[in-house]
């Protein structure tokens, strides 16, 4: 089973957790100085908030998934759409243990596919890494991870 997820980059994260508590009728399930997220079931969203320096609004959109099944899944058909592909095998990211397939759709936006491992008691880092499978027409180019969670 798949959950749609979705961070978005905040300039005051108590008074965004207050709005978001309100409008979700709960509490957030993680809750730091620097991020919070919702884990709801009606709708199937994993919905989290961050300030960590990014221009506030949309900061990526993703798929949760429960195993590494699913996310190969995923990681191959966007290779197989000629998409190029940053896998993580393991990183660290918004208190999170997990693995790891972004690409970004044709308007630029950041899509992540992951499966959590564990919690951790970091947010994560900044760092570079290399996409394992290019795009066909335009060569392989490197993501810059510019937050742990997005390229």
Not at 78 to 91: F, H, I, W
Not at 93 to 108: F, I, L, N, Q
Request: aromatic letters at 8%; a negative charge; one cysteine or more.
């Amino acid at each position: 089973m798949k959950r749609f997820h979705v961070h978005v980059s905040v300039p005051n994260i108590e008074e965004s957790v207050r709005f978001y508590s309100n409008l979700f009728g709960m509490q957030p399930t993680t809750l730091k100085d620097d991020y919070a997220k919702w884990m709801m079931d009606d709708p199937k969203v994993n919905f989290a908030i961050s300030n960590k320096g990014r221009e506030p609004g949309v900061d990526h959109l993703g798929l949760q998934v429960d195993d590494d099944a699913e996310l190969n899944e995923v990681a191959e058909r966007l290779k197989s759409a000629d998409e190029t592909v940053l896998e993580q095998k393991t990183t660290t990211c918004c208190y999170a243990e997990s693995r790891k397939a972004w690409t970004t759709d044709p308007v630029g936006i950041p899509w992540e596919t992951f499966l959590t491992l564990g919690d951790s008691t970091v947010y994560g880092g900044n760092h570079t890494q290399s996409c394992e499978t290019p795009r066909v027409a335009q060569g392989c180019k490197d993501f810059e991870i510019k937050s742990c969670c997005a390229p």
